[in-house]
């Protein structure tokens, strides 16, 4: 699994500070003007091996994330702060097309998945939901970084396999009490989200798609 770039997503404004605490929900999307590599500008693109493929696709007129990742280990950054006790959930859609044949976060050297999502928190500490193409569902690893870099990171394996490859999946996680029962303390604010891919070392490719990442305060919120 790729090592956060901690200096480049960790440091946010007040500005981005989500103030819409009577809206149920909190969507975080693909919306806006396009860069020049083709990303929306809220949308920082960190590249730590090989050669980042990443773009945006319309599917039923929204943008959503398309990934190919052939050899490399790339991600997308998303800078926002949002208070887990008050939107104690997120949610989001994938569709894995492709998955590393021998990726396996339980293995040294075959730690690649086609498609993760990141929650990070204020205190250097990060939760990362995975598809994985070995490991069985409920697989949680511990990938902290000691110093200087301390990050304390737990990988939870969410779905695993390539039974549901080209089919869309939706994750919900309460990351209010993942975050307890991961780091055994209340979580902090989020500070940002992060989608990435790694297949740089089983030499291998993949490719899927992101949709509908939301924050929210209730179950019953999502389901509207």
């Known amino acids: 699994m790729m090592k956060w ?8 404004l007040l500005t981005g500070y989500v103030k819409a605490y009577d809206a149920p929900t909190l969507a975080v999307g693909f919306d806006g003007a396009l860069e020049k590599n083709g990303l929306p500008e809220s949308w920082e693109l960190s590249v730590r091996a090989g050669t980042s493929d990443a773009g945006i696709v319309p599917e039923s007129g929204r943008p959503i994330l398309h990934i190919k990742c052939r050899e490399a280990s790339f991600s997308l950054e998303r800078k926002l702060t949002v208070e887990p006790g008050d939107y104690p959930y997120i949610s989001w859609a994938w569709k894995a097309v492709r998955l590393p044949l ?37 697989t949680v690893a ?12 737990r990988v939870v394996v969410v779905k695993s396999g390539a039974a549901d490859a080209g089919n869309w999946i939706t994750h919900t996680r309460n990351i209010y009490e993942d975050y307890r029962r991961f780091f055994n303390e209340l979580p902090p604010r989020v500070k940002g989200v992060r989608i990435q891919s790694n297949t740089q070392y089983t030499g291998d490719a993949a490719e899927g798609y992101v949709r509908d990442i939301v924050f929210s305060r209730s179950l019953q919120a999502l389901a509207k």
């Open 5 to 12: 770039s901690y200096p480049l997503i960790m440091v946010f």
């Open 102 to 138: 021998l990726g396996d976060v339980r293995k040294r050297g075959h730690n690649d998945q086609a498609l993760q999502l990141l929650v990070a928190f204020e205190n250097r500490k990060i939760l990362s939901y995975v598809w994985d193409s070995n490991a069985p569902e409920g």
């Open 142 to 153: 511990d990938e902290s970084i000691g110093w200087p870099v301390n990050l304390a990171i």
